[in-house]
């Protein structure tokens, strides 16, 4: 028998990866661009956008793990971080109608942007569990 510590460590490692990867194909559904494919391409721009995104998803369910009691806590504040930085997505887009065109274009600084506000609305999002 595992000792807890380990069983925790493993929970807590299995479920996370598995919302990262729950949060990467539905906010690769909801552009309307391909992502992996810009990247493959070489397109910095998609790459920056799409880190930012992750990577400010990824601070929420850090932080989420280290402040939360259960489980269940856990996985609720990591879907409410999910909506969130999906609707973060979906203000910029509406606030930048040509944001879209602008990655497709490889414009960097427009991935610099996007993915900028993508790690910052995580990092506001993860101090509120804290």
């Given amino acids: 028998m595992l000792p807890t510590y ?3 460590y493993v929970i807590y490692l299995l479920a996370s990866l598995a919302m990262m990867s729950v949060f990467s194909l539905i906010y690769t559904k909801i552009t309307p661009y391909d992502e992996i494919k810009m ?3 070489g397109k910095a721009a998609a790459a920056l956008s799409f880190l930012g995104a ?5 601070l929420t369910l ?3 793990i280290l402040h939360n009691d259960s489980f269940v806590a856990f996985a609720a ?6 909506i969130v930085q999906l609707v973060v997505y979906n203000v910029l887009s509406r606030l930048i109608p040509d944001m879209h065109d602008c990655l497709e274009k490889n414009n960097v600084a427009m ?3 996007l993915g900028g506000v993508s ?4 990092i506001i999002n ?5």
């Fill in 54 to 58: 992750l990577i400010g998803f990824s």
């Fill in 77 to 82: 504040w990591a879907g409410a971080a999910m």
């Fill in 6 to 8: 380990i069983y925790n």
């Fill in 126 to 130: 993860a101090a509120c569990l804290s």
């Fill in 119 to 122: 790690l910052t609305f995580g």
């Fill in 62 to 64: 850090a932080s989420s």
């Fill in 111 to 113: 991935g610099a942007l």
């Fill in 39 to 41: 990247i493959r391409e």
